[in-house]
Nanobody
């Protein structure tokens, strides 16, 4: 069974930081692009950042570039999203997803990964 399990969400003040984790099982980790997608209240889900561990490539959305950092650990099949300088508009549910291609930019823009996690809530307040 394919599982993507997110953790690390919570409540943080504006300008603060969080680190999200996504642990993946049931697939060959290095064959997939793993990404983070964000759904703000009342809005559609959109890409945040994606990574291919095997290809050593990443992609970031414009709104998070310079603030967020995605990384992966093939030994533990885990992808992380370090979120710094958080803004109120970052509030929402963050979903981890797996896409069976090694091109993070394409996975980001397609916004149709093969597998989704349950999501973790992030709330940014002042």
């Amino acid at each position: 069974e394919v599982q993507l399990v997110e953790s690390g969400g919570g409540l943080v003040q504006v300008g603060g930081s969080l680190r999200l984790s996504c642990t993946v099982s049931g697939i060959t980790f290095d064959d997939y692009t793993i990404g983070w997608f964000h759904q703000a209240p009342g809005k559609q889900r959109e890409g945040v950042s994606c990574i291919s561990s095997s290809e050593r490539t990443t992609f970031y959305g414009d709104s998070v570039l310079g603030r967020f950092t995605i990384s992966s650990d093939s030994a533990t099949n885990t992808v992380y999203l370090q979120m710094n300088s958080l803004k109120p508009e970052d509030t929402g549910v963050y979903y981890c997803a797996a896409d069976n291609l090694p091109v993070p930019k394409i996975s980001y823009h397609n916004n149709r990964p093969d597998y989704w996690g349950q999501g973790t809530q992030v709330t940014v307040s002042s």
